[in-house]
């Protein structure tokens, strides 16, 4: 495979950027002038009767939602409430269409790469169209000082953030035990903290520490998997395995989760917001909420939509295989990434978990960013807008 379709599969998602690189035929051409908006084949044929709340004397005409990265796998939910035949503006990298019945329209905007790569939390500062967008906790923290936001819905309870290598006589249970291996661990130079968390915690020591990952495979494969990489455990390990024709086997992995448990792509809107959007947000987040239940149930119909409207949008060569998004909705079920909080509540946030995240990051950002002084879980997530009789189960 081209290492430009490798490229920056970490700079963008949530603090751990999990892009996805594969070989979908249909995707389209990066060069030349922009195309008008297409429209799609009919997608959430069910939106107009399961998500059916009246939106439109409390909320914007159409509710803006900026996501991190090239629509996939995090994005099902949304696209879940999408109504038959949205329009895809491949100028714009964006798709628009009716948010179910709810007589107002949801428009999902591609991140990352097409945007610059700015960070979510910046472009919610910047445009005031944007009701919401992807904000990872340690992003979160980061920007809380200058600019912040509040989580109102957690679409992953578990991180599929992970580490992995393809050395059989490995068989780590903890990033101390790849400390004490002393593999070299390959990062990315940006876009993620655990490794400096890691290393100021004592569990990986700052020398095996390579922050020089690209999102290629070819250091993974050079080294006969005998290295310790970044990775999300709905991604690569389908990639190497079924897309990498160099390594073409399984991996190992270790999931960050119990380690390091931050929130990805939690739906934050802008502080100040969160007042003057409140009748809005308690009628719109729930449908969040049974729309991640419903996409994690059935995602084999939104992820044709969203195999669509990647193959019409100018990715510059990213794509993303059938076989991988099914990869990806299984093993996210399986594992349990999406999953009720310890409330019983779909999408909700832990505050203990919270603020002992807080106390972990901080000290990180402080040199790198402006946290905001004495910072409180309040400071950063809610459960306000929760219909609490949402469940997984």
Known sequence: MQRSRFRRWWLAVGACAGAVTLSLAACSSSGGESAGPATAP???SAAASRYSTPLAEVCPATVTVQSNWWPWLPDGFLFQLLGPNPTIDAGKNRVVGQLGSTGVKLE???????????????LLAQDDSILLGYVGTDEAVQSSGSQPTV?????YEKSPLALIWGNPAWDFH???????????????????AFPDVFVREGRLNKGQVDPSYQGTPDRFVAADGK????????????????????????????LLHDEYPVYIS???????????????LAKLVPLFQRAQRDYVADPGPTNQLVLKVLSTLHTGGFSISPGLLAYGASTQKQLGL??????????????ARVQ?????????????????????PPDLVTNEFLDRSISMK
């Open 338 to 351: 999406v999953a009720d909080g310890p409330d019983g509540v779909l999408g909700s946030f832990d505050t």
């Open 42 to 44: 009919p997608g959430g």
């Open 151 to 155: 989580a109102v819905f957690a679409p």
């Open 356 to 376: 002992s995240l807080i106390g972990r990051l901080v000290p990180v950002f402080a040199a790198k960013g402006k946290p905001k002084p004495g910072l409180t």
């Open 266 to 280: 939690a739906l934050a809107v802008r502080s100040d917001r969160l007042t003057t959007e409140r009748a809005c």
């Open 174 to 192: 903890s990033v101390a035990d790849i400390r004490q291996s002393g593999a070299t661990v390959l990062a990315s130079p940006s876009g993620t």
């Open 227 to 254: 290295i310790v990489q970044q990775a999300y455990v709905t991604n690569e390990p389908y990639l190497l395995q079924h897309e990498v024709p160099a390594w073409g086997k399984p991996v190992k992995s270790l």
């Open 108 to 122: 999902i905007r591609a991140g990352g790469p097409a945007t610059g790569f700015q960070p979510v939390t910046s």
